[in-house]
DNA sequence: CGTCCAAGGTATAGCGCTAAACCTAGCATG
DNA sequence: CATGCTAGGTTTAGCGCTATACCTTGGACG
C-alpha cells in the first residue's frame, strides 16, 4: 500500500540512505542535483514516511504526551482552562514536527507505561496531584522530558508552572476585609489534601490570621466544583450560618451556583453577602451582578509551559525550578461592604 | 534502558515467540505453568512492550487519530461540545487498549499524512467542512475506520454523526413564528457555505416559506459565533432593523451577546425582541432572563461516534450511513410574543 | 609523485516486535 | 505398527527506518 524509502530509492537509482537523508534534511552528504530529483520523487509519489519506523530506529519519537487525570470509569477533567494549553501546546509542537498524544492515567502505573511505550521525548502532566508527581522516580522518567502544569511537587524531574494561588487567595481574601468584613467562608473542593486548593486556603487563613480574625473551621467547607454543589452550598450556608457576610470560592461556577442558593434562601448578593469567585471563566461576566474574581494568566501559562517543554526537546537544560505567574483580582459586581 | 521481549525471555528460559505470546493473551500455545512463569518475569522486570516495534511489526499502530481544523497560526478550535466526545473517545479507546492522538490540521494534506504516517488503525474528524471530508479518496483513506462529525457530506469513505440542524431550525423558527412573530432575523457564522450553519439556514428559510412569510435577506447577517460579534450585531440590528421582533442565532453565545447588545439599544428582551440560542450550553441558565435555545444531544452524539469507531476497529463493518440525532427546544425566558 | 582529504555517496547491522511456517514428542486410533 | 493429531513450543523472515562505518573518486598540496 504505503510508498518506502526503499521504493523511492529504486526510482531514484540511489540508495536508500541517500533518501534517507534527503528527506531528512541532512544537507551535508548530498550533491543539489540529487537532492532535487529525490524531492521531486517523493512529492511525486506521496511518500510518508513511518512514524514507528523512525521511532523504533532512531530511540526518538518525536511524540509528547499529554497525560491527564482520569478517575475511574469517568471522563477526563478537561476543563477550559486545560483546553487553553491543549490547543496551543499542539499548535507550537506542531510547527517543530512533533506530535501529541492524549492519555487518561487512572493508576499511577500508567504514568511510566505511557511514557515507555510510546517512546514519548516529552510530556505535559495536567492537574495531578503533587503526590502523583513527588512518587516518580528517575527510572521511571527515563530521559523524558516533563512539565507538570498546577502541581506543588518538588521533584527535581519536572519542570514545573503553576500561577500563585496562595497569592490569588490572599488578594481575595484581603479584599474581603477591606470591605469590613470580618465572617469570611471559605468554599473548595478538597482542600485538605495538598495541591492548588490547599495553596488557596492557606493564603485565606493566612489574611485571617495577618488580621486577628480568628478561623473558624466551620466556615470552611469542602465543595465541588459544580454549578449544583455551589447551589446546595449557598441554602446550607444560608441557613447555618446567617452570621456569614462573604465567601471566599476557589472556582466561579461554585460561586455562581452559591449566589443562586444564596438568593433561593433570600439572600442577596453583593447587599447581604459578597462573593468572590476564581479563574475569571468566560460566565463571569454573563451572570448578573458580574462576578468578582481572581484572574489567572492562563494563556501566560500555557505559553510557559510550552516554552519549557520545547526548550527541553531542544536539549536546553534549564535548572528544575517552578515558574509562578502573577494573579489579578478583577473587581466586579459581587463584593462589597457587609451590611450594616 | 528499557526491558525488551528478548530480556525476558532469556531469563524464563524459553523463545522470544512464547513471551510474546503470553504478553498478547494468546492463550492456544502456551502451557498454565509457563504462562504464569512468565507473566512473573515480566511483572517483575517491569516490562512494557514497545508501541512502535508492534506499529511496525504488526501493520496495527492502535492509535486513533482526533482530526481537528486549525486555521492557519491559530489554536486548535475545541469548543465544550468537542471536549466531551475527546473524554469519551480517550475513555472507550483506554479500555480497549487503543490511544488517541491528537492533530491539528492546517490543509488539507496533512489529513493523508497524519493516517499514514502513524499509521492510525482510525480517525475521527471532528467539525471539517463537508467539502474538505468530501475530497478524500479511497487511496488517502487506506482501510483506516474514520468517523466525521457534524459534516453533511456524503462520502461513503466516512461514517458521519450529526443532529439534526435542518430540524432544531425548524423547531426555533416555528416556535417564534408560533408566538406571532414576522420579522424574524437570522445570524449565524459563514452561512452561505456548506455544513452545520448551511442546514440550519435552510431551516429557517423553510419554515418563513412555509408561514408565507417573504425572506429578507438584510435580516440574515453572518456573525461570528463569540460574545464581542453578538454584542456588535445587537445594537446594529437595533439600529438598523428596529422592525425585527425576533431573532434566530446558531450559537447560545452569540445570543447572550446579542441580548447585551439590544440592552445597550434600549431594547429589552423578550419584551421587545425574543431570542433563541442554540446548543443549550452551560451558560444559558446562568444569564437572566434564562435562555431559549435549541439542545442537542451532545452525550449521545459522543457515545454514538464512539460506538460507530469501536465497530469499525472491531472489524464491523456497517453500511456508511449518516447517523443524525433529535434535537429539542428548550423554552426558557428569552422568547414571547411580539410587543403589540 | 605520493599523500591527504573532502565530497558524495553505499553497505551493514540493527531497533523490538509479530506473522507464518515449521518442528517434535506423546498419545490415541484403526 | 504406521498414521494422524494435538499440545506446546521454536525458527525464520521481515516491518521501514536510522546510525555507523565504510568505500570511491578527483583534485590540492607538499
Redesign the pocket.
Known amino acids: 500500500m504505503?510508498v518506502?524509502?526503499?521504493d523511492i530509492a529504486a526510482e531514484a537509482g540511489?540508495?536508500?540512505?541517500?533518501v534517507?537523508?534527503v528527506?531528512?534534511g541532512k544537507q551535508a552528504?548530498?550533491?543539489a542535483?540529487?537532492r532535487e530529483r529525490i524531492m521531486r520523487i517523493v512529492k511525486e509519489r506521496g511518500y510518508v514516511?513511518?512514524a514507528s519506523?523512525?521511532s523504533?530506529?532512531?530511540r526518538s519519537s518525536r511524540l509528547v504526551g499529554l497525560l491527564v487525570p482520569a478517575v475511574g470509569e469517568s471522563s477526563l477533567t478537561i476543563d477550559p482552562h486545560t483546553v487553553e494549553v491543549v490547543g496551543m501546546l499542539e499548535r507550537e509542537l506542531r510547527r517543530l514536527d512533533y506530535h501529541l498524544m492524549l492519555r487518561g492515567i487512572s493508576r499511577h502505573g500508567e504514568i511510566t507505561e505511557a511514557l515507555r511505550s510510546w517512546n514519548l521525548d516529552g510530556a505535559v502532566l495536567l492537574g495531578f496531584n503533587d503526590i502523583v508527581i513527588d512518587r516518580l522516580s528517575a527510572a521511571d522518567v527515563g530521559g523524558v522530558a516533563l512539565v507538570a502544569m498546577d502541581s506543588y511537587s518538588e521533584n527535581p524531574l519536572a519542570l514545573e508552572v503553576r500561577s500563585d494561588d496562595f497569592g490569588g487567595a490572599v488578594l481575595a481574601t484581603r479584599h474581603l476585609v477591606g470591605l469590613g468584613h470580618e465572617r469570611i467562608a471559605f468554599a473548595g473542593p478538597a482542600f485538605s489534601d495538598t495541591g492548588v486548593v490547599r495553596q488557596r486556603f492557606e493564603g485565606y487563613r493566612t489574611v485571617l490570621a495577618e488580621h486577628g480574625i480568628a478561623f473558624d473551621p466551620a466556615l470552611a467547607s469542602e465543595v465541588e466544583t459544580t454549578h449544583a454543589a455551589g447551589l446546595a452550598y449557598g441554602r446550607r450556608l444560608a441557613a447555618e450560618h446567617p452570621e456569614v457576610t462573604a465567601v471566599f470560592t476557589t472556582a466561579d461556577i461554585l460561586a455562581i451556583g452559591l449566589i443562586e442558593g444564596l438568593a433561593a434562601a433570600g439572600r442577596s448578593v453583593p447587599g447581604d453577602v459578597s462573593v468572590v469567585g476564581y479563574d475569571n471563566a468566560e460566565i463571569a461576566v454573563y451572570v448578573t451582578p458580574k462576578l468578582t474574581t481572581i484572574a489567572q494568566d492562563l494563556p501566560g501559562k500555557a505559553a510557559e509551559a510550552v516554552r519549557l517543554m520545547m526548550d527541553r526537546l531542544a536539549g536546553k537544560d534549564r535548572p528544575a525550578q517552578a515558574v509562578s505567574l502573577d494573579v489579578a483580582l478583577i473587581e466586579r459586581g459581587t463584593a462589597g461592604p457587609p451590611p450594616s
Open positions: 504505503g518506502t524509502l526503499k540511489v540508495s536508500l540512505m541517500t534517507s537523508n528527506v531528512n552528504r548530498v550533491s542535483a540529487t514516511p513511518s519506523a523512525r523504533l530506529a532512531a
